[in-house]
Structures are given as C-alpha cells and as structure tokens.
C-alpha cells in the first residue's frame, strides 16, 4: 500500500532539547489521522517539520514516495502539503473571498506572469474569472458563500476556522493538517466541525492529518493515531487499542497507585 | 455562458481624471497660456505623484517601511541625468534621448531596488526601516565624493534641457503609464499575494506564496519608478546635486503615503498633488525663516493622522465618525453583500503583522540561538 | 605607533559619545518596544536649553544642571504626548509618529532659532601629557564621565528597585503589569533616563564641535542609533560595545585620507552587512516566533 506521507524516524532537537525523536508515521491516501498528546510533545514542531518551517535534525519525510526534506514551506505547500494554524492565521485586511483566492495562486492551471497581469493579457481576465468561480465553489462547500464580500477579520471565530481550513483546501493538498481545528469552541460548533471534516475527506478525497486534545473529539473522527510525549512516539495505531494501551492511560491520567 | 461585460468605473476614474488634467494643461501649455512657474509646478507635481505611488507600493501593500525611497531616485537623477548628457550630441533628438535616460535611470534604480530588496528578505519592520535608510545615506555620500568629470561631487552635474512647454506632459504620460502597471499588478493575483503578505507572511508561505519572488518584485518595481521620477526631476531641474536627496526627502514621499491613506492608491496621488501644490504656493509667500512653517504643519499632521487612525483609545471613535461611513450615511447606501467589492484592499490601520519579534524570516533562522535546530548525523 | 594612539583614544572617547545616546534609542526600545527616531533630537533640544540658560545665568555649570533637567522633562512630554496614544498598536506608526516627532522639533527649533548655527564655548581646556602623548583634556573628560555613567547605570538597573521593574517591563508588559508594576511609570522613567544621557553626550558633543543648528542632533542621532544596532539594539552592554566600536572605526577611518570622505559610507555600509549576517547585532537577543 502506497503511503502519502511517510515519515521516517523523523526528529529535531533545539540546542540538545530532543522535541520530537524517532517519529515514524505512515498515512494512507484518504484516512483522517490523528496525532494526539499532552502539551509540549512535540505534535506542533512535528507540523512544523512536515510544512518546512523548521528543518529536522534526523530523518526524512515522503509525500507519495518523493522525499521533500529540507524544501521551503511554499515549495511544500505545492507538492501537496496544506496546513492551518494553532492561532487562525487569516489575510485579516482582506475579503473572505480574496483569502480563498490566495491560496489559488500557485495552481497550474491559474498560471498568468506578472507581465501578463500588468499589460492585462487575456489570459488574465480568464484566470481572474476561473479562480473567483473556483473559490466560490470552496466557499459554498463551507457555507462560507454568503459572508464572501466580508473583512475575514469581521467573522466569527468558528467561520474564521472554517475559512482557514477553505484556504488551505483551495491549494489543492494531497494532504490536510490540521493544528487543534476544535480548539475554543463550542461543543455545537465542534459537531459541526466534525461533519465538516468528514465532507472534506469524502469530497477532496485527501488525508488529514490532526492534532487535537479531545479525545472523544479525536476518536469520533480519526481512523488511526498516533500519540506523542516527550517528544516520542508512545502509541500508534487504530484508535481504540491506543486507547485502551496501558502507557497512553498513564500519560494522560495518571499511573494508577497500588 | 456569458455575462455582459460590466465595467468598473471605480477601476477606471483615475486615469480619466488624469487624463482631463493632463490634457487641459497641455491645450493651454500649447497656446502659451502657462507661466513657466506654472509649469514647474505641473512637472514637480508629476513627479511627487510617481514617488508617492511608487513607495506606497512597499509602504502600503506590501506592508515594508521604506526610508530610502530617495536614494532610488537620487540613482535615477544620477544615471539618467548622466547618460542624457551624453547622448544628447550623439542621437541630437531631445525626445529620443530623454526617452532613453528614462529607461536607462529606471533600470539602475530597479537594479539597486533587487539589491535592497535583497535584505528585506531577511529583515523585516525596524530594521529593514533603518537598512533602507542607511542605504540612502550610502547612495548620497558616494555621489557627494565622486570625482569631478564622473558626477562632479558636490556641484552635481548638468542635464540638458526639454522644451518645459512638454516635460510636464511626459511627465503625466509616466504617471498614468505608472498608474496602468500599478493598478493592474495590485488588482490581479499577483497584488492578491503581496497584500497576503503583507497580512500575515507565516499563513501566505504555507499558503504556496514564493516571499521571496514578491519582495524583490515590489521592491524592484517601486525603485523603479523612483528612479523615473529621478530622471524627471535632472530635466526639470537642468542640474543634478545629491543633497537634494537625503534622508528629509524620503520623509516627505512618506508623509504623502500616510496622508493619503496606506494602500490607496488615489489617496496618495491626491496628498502628492496637494502637498506639492501647497509647498510651491507657501515657498513663495514664507520667505525665510518662516519657510518652516510648512515643515511643522508636515510633521503635525504626520503624527495627528497616524495617531486618529492607530490609538487603541480612539478605536470608538474612529468607527463612528469614519469618512466612509458618513458618505455611506449621505447616500443612505446599504451594504449589500452580493455586490463584489473592489479588488484593492484598502486600509488605514497600519498592519499589525510588523512585530518587533518578527524580525527574522521564518525560513533562514527561527529559534535563538540556542534553540538553533542541531545538525544532525544523518 | 604614536598617531595609532591618538586615534584610538578619539575613537574611544567619540565612541563614549556615542554609546551614551545608544543607550537612550537601546533603553527605549527594549522597554518601550519603539523606535524612538527622535532621540536624536533630544539632543539639539538640550543643546539650544543650555544656550538659552547660559545667556541668563552665566553660570555654566548651572546651565548643564538645568539643561539636563529640562531635557529629561522633554523626553517625558513627548513620550506623553506622542507616544502614549499609540500604545499597543503597531510598531510600524509609532515609527512614523516618531519620525514626525524628530522632523517637528528640527523645524520648530529652526522657527525659533533660526537655521544659522550658533558658536558655543562651554569651557577651553587645554591639552595634557601622559606618558609623552599630548591628550586634550576633553577627551580624557568624556571617557571619564562615560565610564562613571555606565557603571551608575548598570548599577542601578540591576539592584534598585524601579531597575529591576524596568527589566520586568521589557520581558513582558502585560506580565509584569499583573504583578502590580506600573508600566506607563517604568516607561516615562525610561524616556526620562534616556534623554538626560542624551542631554549629558550633548554637552560633551560641545567640546568637541562647538556648533549647533537645527540639525544638531542628526548626525550624532543618527550615528549613535547604528551603534545600537549593531550591538544589538535592546541590549544595554551592546549600546556601549556598539557606541565605542563606532567611535573607533570612525576615527580610523577619518584618519586615512582615501577613506575620510566615505566615513559615513562606510559605518552604514558595516550596519548592513553586519544586520545580513547577525540579523540582531551583536548582543541582540533573537526573539522565537511562535507558527
């Protein structure tokens, strides 16, 4: 089975702080993955090797088989990689549409040069219009349609969520990561979530990859996990025998005493 | 399926307005009805209008704070001044060599622009502020002690002339060929990556935004047009000096940028036109040492502007009494959300994505330097 | 030998200059979080109280007292007035708001006292012998009052009390304003210190060029704001490392006669190079940031 993203006995370490060590992952073309574990594991900086904003010390990370250690995050981002933040990260001065369109940019078929957009080519007016209709089509997907003309810091926080998620989707990743989607909100909010997740991994057909602290969050949706601490993989596998796994129990409970 | 052409006449009332002006000046500049100060005037205010533009490019939708705006065009003034003069007695057509010096002091001007734009790869806010600086103190001083018959020192050199019944014409021609490049990169996806950028430069990387191509092409484009302005104002003025170019000056096309609204392109070409106009009109009327006056009102309404549009405290305020919202109360207009808004992103508030902590580029060195990621024995 | 001496002392004692108005832009940026362009400034404001003082008084040595008095105020007022409405927003306009500060009082100054520069002689000393090297006393002075000057201030940042908050504040506002500090006091405090060394660099500007205009404080401004740069701005003992080394390559530089027109070149040319290769200078901390 061919893996999308397969990383191998992956690691960093800041100035002999080992944050994450020995990570070994491999996630199938369309399954919802979960990375969970207390806080300072490690899961973010791991986000933060996959999308290249750090380089890892040890080990490599594949896309489909292709090696893609050592790129730069936009380079990343356009072999297949799409990612949201911790912290939503929005163009806050910008529309809700415009934001989708961003993420438009790099794709293939909207290729148009900066001499063709100053001297307004044709082709121009073609990818303007093929990109505004395909960023509708996104928008709709979240229910976003209706709020496109709006600042994308005037909306709430659960549709600035969902927005960052549009963004991420519109450039047309293999793979989705996800950075706590559910933190700060609502249990109704995070149901909804949820639907939202399972749409996006039926309609794109993609994998994701999410980090969250809510277990019952995470197992509801994740096919299979993986659980970090101290930087180290503690557990991995389908989600109700890592659950049930004695370490795991410890990590995030506590060692029964007897 | 196709839908009827609409067309944006926001889009397009610039160059109209533009055009009028020109072409009601030029009629009269053609039937001698201009007084030469008149025309000076014209021309000076052409050339504000391209440096305002052109910084507010880096200042306004790019989000860099640049203080070395005229430097840029101190190399434009410099080069193409330089390259008139000797060209003038070999193509003998004034047109043709003016036509040329443009090109050859904006492609130097854009040539040091990538050079600067280089650092600002890896600076960010402060101190690409105080790199761009420096970097017009540098250009200042090295045309200050060049030799005698390179660009003769402190005395400057001499450009030749062009019939000032047109330069001013030119100089509006540049305007709105500056305003059609402008306009049409921010109002494509290009301009949708660079105020991304400006937004938040962490999501736009890992949104696929090349960084890096986009600083230096709004760096390079800005200094470009700098550096026509340069070329304009050696034929404008017959005689290059580079003391003219200092750290003051820059201030100044800053003080057009901020008052006319960051990221609005009308609004700095309004400020330009008016500040310009009013300092020719005062030069003459302050004499001596009143002339400061209008440096103070300068500085006054520089700190009163960025203040109303950035105190935390005023933020009520400001909403209430917003400029858009009593034209939107005068017209009794509604928002309407199924009306596509402009494409320019307009904002007074200066970005918040300048952090003091933000000083590196994520992707060259991220941690301190203890925290530096160790090489590993792979 | 002798001439390398001599020039290295000039260095040294340029560089103390120096170094006491880096402190001022370093102070403030560290705690303030801002770019105080106007510092600069500060020093031509100081510069012209002591003329005016001078002329009423006489006394000399009064006026200094007065000048630095009313330059701390200053700072003060303008923090006030200028820079408080803008706290907690963006770096980016409390930068401009301060660049229209400085522009303002260069012109105001020139409203009042004219663009001319005016001939100042605070005192003539002469010149003495140490160790067969002929030394003005002025920069034996100025090394010497920079000395005391730092130690005072290191002292006082790292045991008094309003120091110790003063290091609090420039960690975390918003922390250290929880833990009952006053940060609106810390930082008009901070202003306060930073404007009296420029007030005290000022006088001891005068000896060496007895001139001032409105532009006055650009150059030494300007100058000093690179020295807290490259030793990275923020960091008190790097406004000193900054502000001497400064000194030193500017003396040199001087003193080579292929070199001396590039001086300011060339020192700009080092804070551009040095900020590619260690984007906060040399002592400057890297501050992470958070993804």
Redesign the interface.
Known sequence: MEYILSTKNL???????KACENVNMDILPNEIYGLIGPNGAGK?TLF?II?????????DFYLNGERLTGL???KI??KGI??T?Q?I???????VI??V??????KSE?K?T?FE????FRR?FK??KE?REKAKEILDIFGLL?????LACNLPYGMQRKLEIA??L??SPKLLLLDEPAAGMNPNETMELVETIKLIKEKFNIGILLIDHDLKFVSGLCDRITVLNFGQVLAQGKVQDVLNNKDVIEAYIGRESD | MKTPKKIKWKHFINYIVIGVFTLIFSLLSVTNSLDLLQKFLLEKIAISILLSVSLGLVVGFLGELSLGHAGFMCIGAYLGGKAASILEPILGSTLLTLTISLVIGGVSALISGLIIGLPALRLKGDYLAIVTLAFGEIVKTLFLNSSEDSFGGPTGINTPRFDNKYLFIVGFVLVLFML??IQ??IR??????I??I???E??????????VKYKL?VFALSAFFAGIAGVLYSYSNYTVQCTKFDYNYSIEILVMVVLGGMGNINGSIISALLITFLQVELASILTGNLAVLQNILYALVLILIVIYNNAPSLKGFRDKYNFKNLIKRLRKQKFD?S???D?E?K?D?V??KIEMNEVLS??IK??ES????????? | MLDFIVTFINGLSLGGIYAMIALGYTMVYGIAKMLNFAHGDIIMVSGYILIVFMGITGNIPLSILISIFFAGMFGVLMEKSAYMPLRGASPLAVLITAIGVSYLLQSVAQMIFGSAPKYVVIANLGSVNLFGLSIQLYKIITLAVTIVIMVVLSLFIKFSKTGRAMIAVSEDRGASGLMGIDSNKIISITFLIGAMLASVACTLYFLLTPNINPTFGAKPGIKAFTAAVIGGIGSIPGAMIGGIFLGIIECFSNSIPVLSPYTDAIEFLILIILLLVRPTGILGKKRKE??
């Open positions: 690691g960093i370490s800041f100035g002999g702080l973010t933060n999308t290249g904003v750090y380089q890892p010390t040890w080990g730069k995050q936009e981002c356009n799409a990612r933040f912290n990260r929005l163009f806050n001065n910008m529309t415009r934001n369109m961003v993420g438009l940019t790099n909207y148009c900066f957009s100053m001297f307004r121009h990818v303007e990109m209706p709020e496109r003309n709006n963004r991420a519109a450039t | 059609f490049v049409n990169l494509s996806k290009h301009g949708r990556a105020t991304a400006r937004d938040s962490i999501a736009a990387r890992a949104t696929g935004i090349n960084v092409l959300p009306k596509e808004i494409d992103a904002w508030r970005p918040t994520l992707d991220v941690e203890t925290l530096k990621p160790d090489k590993g024995d792979k | 958070k993804v």
